[in-house]
């Protein structure tokens, strides 16, 4: 139980941090950064992967192991 509470915080955790590259991102490509605006835009997909890795784990065994 206490690792599947674990993973959810650490995808609320993920999910505002999305949030906030996204945001800054558009920032970037509206003030005509190119240069940042990818560099944001592949930090937002790092996180992207991780909230899928996340995902992946909660799905699994933990889950299950979690409602017993
Ligand atoms: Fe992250």
Known sequence: MRDAGLIS???RV???EMA???SARTYAEL????EGAKLLQTTLE???AT????TKLAKSAI???ANK
Request: hydrophobic fraction near 30%; proline fraction near 0%; avoid cysteine.
């Open 14 to 16: 993920e999910h505002y």
């Open 9 to 11: 915080a650490a995808q």
């Open 63 to 65: 889950n299950l192991a």
């Open 20 to 22: 906030g590259y996204g």
């Open 51 to 54: 909230d899928k890795k996340l």
């Open 31 to 34: 003030l005509n950064d190119a």
């Open 46 to 48: 790092e996180e992207g």
